[in-house]
């Protein structure tokens, strides 16, 4: 099982970035699909999911500025960030979960002037 993102990079505040997560070794279409990110010093927080379903659900800090998306065709999820923040810099990950939970290696994403 390989999850690999991409999309991180340095933006300034009120800017946008898109993440990718391709995933390898797994049914896609099968597994419910998170975002995590973890900031320099702190613990790694959830940030929004995406089910099988196509049903979504954010964290309250990035609600209405975030969109998680899933292409099965490509095995890829995706994660729209928009009006970007300082406090939004961290290194972002990408989750698979269907019983077992599989972690890609990360994408650092940092958000300053």
């Known amino acids: 099982v390989q999850l690999v993102e991409s999309g991180g990079g340095l933006v300034q505040p009120g800017g946008s970035l898109r993440l990718s997560c391709v995933a390898s070794?797994?049914?896609?279409?099968?597994?419910?699909m998170n975002w995590y990110r973890q900031a320099p010093g702190k613990q790694r927080d959830w940030v929004a999911i995406?089910?099988?379903?196509?049903?979504?659900n954010y964290a309250d800090s990035v609600k209405g500025r975030f969109t998680i998306s899933r292409d099965n065709a490509k095995n890829t999820m995706y994660l729209q960030m928009n009006s970007l923040k300082p406090e939004d810099t961290a290194v972002y990950y990408c989750?698979?979960?269907?019983?077992?939970?599989?972690w890609g290696q990360g994408t650092q994403v940092t958000v300053s002037s």
């Open positions: 989750n698979a979960f269907a019983g077992n939970p599989y």
């Open positions: 070794g797994i049914i896609f279409g099968t597994y419910a």
């Open positions: 995406i089910t099988s379903g196509g049903n979504t």
